[in-house]
Nanobody, 121 residues
Framework: QVQLVESGGGLVQAGGSLRLSCTGSGRTSDLYTMAWFRQDPGKERDVVAAITWSGGRPHYADSVKGRFTISRDNGQNTVNLQMNNLKPEDTAVYYC??????????????WGQGTQVTVSS
């Protein structure tokens, strides 16, 4: 089993920045692919960014390309999401996810509890 704990959410004005962090524990060999998702109330949970163990060629949703950067520290079992130039439409609960497989899209094996990001206009 893997436990994921997120931190770093909060309230920020439009144009500002936030950095989310997620640390995994337990069966850390299952942290091959790590990702960030977000969900608005009443909407589906969508992937924001994903990164594999090697860190090469991260995947980004079109809506965040050029503004968000995903990175990971395998020694610390951590994945980070640097969010710059935030917009009100980025407001959501952000979830960290992890899976032992490569190429996983949505059905990640492990999920964090979520952290709220609110961007005011």
């Amino acid at each position: 089993q893997v436990q994921l704990v997120e931190s770093g959410g909060g309230l920020v004005q439009a144009g500002g920045s936030l950095r989310l962090s997620c640390t995994g524990s337990g069966r850390t060999s299952d942290l091959y692919t790590m990702a960030w998702f977000r969900q608005d109330p009443g909407k589906e949970r969508d992937v924001v960014a994903a990164i594999t163990w090697s860190g090469g060629r991260p995947h980004y949703a079109d809506s965040v390309k050029g503004r968000f950067t995903i990175s990971r520290d395998n020694g610390q079992n951590t994945v980070n999401l640097q969010m710059n130039n935030l917009k009100p439409e980025d407001t959501a609960v952000y979830y960290c996810a992890a899976d032992p497989r490569a190429g996983v899209r949505e059905n990640y094996a492990y999920w964090g509890q979520g952290t709220q990001v609110t961007v005011s206009s």
